[in-house]
């Protein structure tokens, strides 16, 4: 007899499309239900029927709001679920406005492709309805099975505000799912916690196979790319995901502008998404490290500074092009494929005067990664776009854990390990980690496909 039963519905050996069915107890969880994501907001497999009885699920669980974690929930709630989903405070809210922005984005693909569109505010709606209760971090959680009570922790993964893992406690033994596992030391967000006497640990490969090797000099090589294209006269563009980059690259410019590093210039946030998540992110100030706590006491406002300027309708956004000086243009989305920043791409990328800063991750075959891939010229909207401006890649901005840093999360808790699984990355990715925890840990490692069905006791 089995305590844990894991289906891996999704997020197995792809980077996106997070979804963990566990079953204990005769109860069955969901963690996460996340958007499949790539060269499109939402790749066409996402309106494939979920592979379990939506109907039976007893409860979900998220890890955080971003839309490869969240992103599927309404459809899942469109196909019968109509069970508790939990969460921290702010997961949930940044999910609230994540879900409602991702109508838009998802009815203009729908109609661009003759397609039904995946959810519709009804689905929303109802699934905010059914988010009532949130949970704090390592305050634990009594989930009823048919056979004996389980506990359920969450953990801080600093990774974006409100990011959890998530551990299950039955029968003594202890699964946790990592989610996201942030870049600590973040400027923001407080470090990962570790985690002790876990059993079975399904983590997170992002950056599996790779390090961010400017981590401690991203500040300076931002400053520099800023810097030069101003006294070019050129314009700077940043793609930024509207979470926690855009958070991060405001404090950055804060810092800068404030501190006389750079000169003033204004600086566009424009972003809808963005201007509101940072008002959340605001809401939630208690939740961030000693540092920014301490800035934020001394009384500056950490998210605003003298030149930011924010565009949140389409007429103002138009305003931003209306003359050729210096300026600084942070737009979503994060990795270009959708979004006001494709705009601005078409416009600034052949200006050979221009910059654009790459801060994030960028997944195969979307615009961002053909232009961190050095493309000469790019499509967009169809049209040819050749790329001359300046293309500066900072990896160290990652809201993820490096490889380095994911082979040491596991330390703290290796003595008990019984097996790992590595999801949440490209193959290449998951299969790199896996040799490098098997090789320092001795532990047995699985990268699972998805569908796969794993019995643990
Ligand atoms: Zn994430």
């Known amino acids: 007899m089995s305590t844990f039963k894991i289906t891996f519905a999704g997020g197995a050996q792809m980077p996106t499309g ?11 969880i969901l963690i996460d239900c996340g958007l499949v994501q790539g060269e499109r907001y939402a790749l066409p497999t996402n309106s494939e029927p979920f592979s379990y009885d939506t109907k039976s699920i007893d409860a979900l669980f998220v890890t955080h709001g971003h839309l490869d974690h969240v992103g599927r929930i309404p459809r899942l709630v469109r196909d019968g679920f109509r069970s508790p989903i939990y969460s921290t405070e702010p997961t949930r809210e940044i999910a609230e406005l994540i879900l409602l922005d991702s109508m838009g984005v998802l009815g ?7 397609t039904p569109s995946l959810y519709e505010e009804r689905d929303v709606l109802e699934a905010l309805h059914l988010w009532g209760t949130t949970l704090q971090y390592e305050n634990p959680f009594i989930f009823k099975t048919n056979d004996g009570d389980a506990t359920i922790i969450l ?12 551990e299950i406690i039955y029968k003594g033994k202890h699964l946790a799912f990592t989610g996201d596992l942030g870049n600590t030391p973040s400027p923001i967000m407080k470090d990962t916690t570790l985690l002790h006497g876990i059993d079975y640990l399904v ?38 995901f509207s979470i926690e980059r855009t958070q991060e690259m405001l404090l950055a410019f804060n810092e800068l502008i404030e ?21 959340v992110y605001k809401k939630y100030e208690s939740w961030f490290n000693e540092n920014i706590e301490k800035i934020i006491k001394s009384g500056d406002d950490i998210f605003a500074f003298k030149g930011l300027v924010q565009t949140p309708s389409p007429e103002e956004s138009k305003t931003i092009n209306g003359n050729n000086l210096p300026k600084v243009i942070i737009a979503g989305s994060g990795m270009s494929n959708g979004g006001r920043i ?12 221009s910059t654009i800063i790459i801060v994030g991750y960028q997944a195969v075959n979307t615009l961002g990664r053909l232009i961190v891939d050095e ?15 300046r293309v500066v890649n900072i990896h160290g901005f990652s809201a993820h854990k490096d490889s380095d840093n994911l ?8 003595d008990t390990l019984k097996k790992v699984f590595v999801v949440l990355g490209e193959p290449k990715s998951s299969y790199y980690l896996g040799q490098r925890l098997h090789e320092t840990y001795q532990v047995p490692v699985v990268v699972p496909e998805k569908g796969d069905v794993v019995e643990l006791d």
């Open 407 to 414: 082979v040491k999360f596991v330390e703290s808790t290796s």
């Open 155 to 166: 953990h801080d993964a600093g990774h974006i505000l409100g990011s959890a893992m998530i």
């Open 203 to 240: 983590m997170e490969s992002v950056y599996g196979d790779r390090n961010h090797k400017d981590k401690d000099r991203r500040i300076e090589i931002f400053k520099e790319a800023v810097t030069s294209t101003i006294a070019k006269g050129g314009t700077i563009i940043i793609p930024a």
């Open 108 to 114: 203009k693909e729908a109609a661009q492709t003759g």
């Open 342 to 353: 494709v705009h601005h791409e078409a416009k600034y990328l052949p200006d050979p005067n």
């Open 259 to 279: 501190g006389k590093q750079i000169p003033e210039v204004p600086v566009y946030l424009d972003s809808p998404l963005g201007i509101n998540i940072t008002k």
């Open 18 to 28: 997070s979804n963990f069915l566990v079953e204990f107890g005769g109860k069955k």
């Open 375 to 389: 493309a000469k010229e790019v499509l967009i909207h169809g049209v040819p776009v050749k790329v001359n401006a």
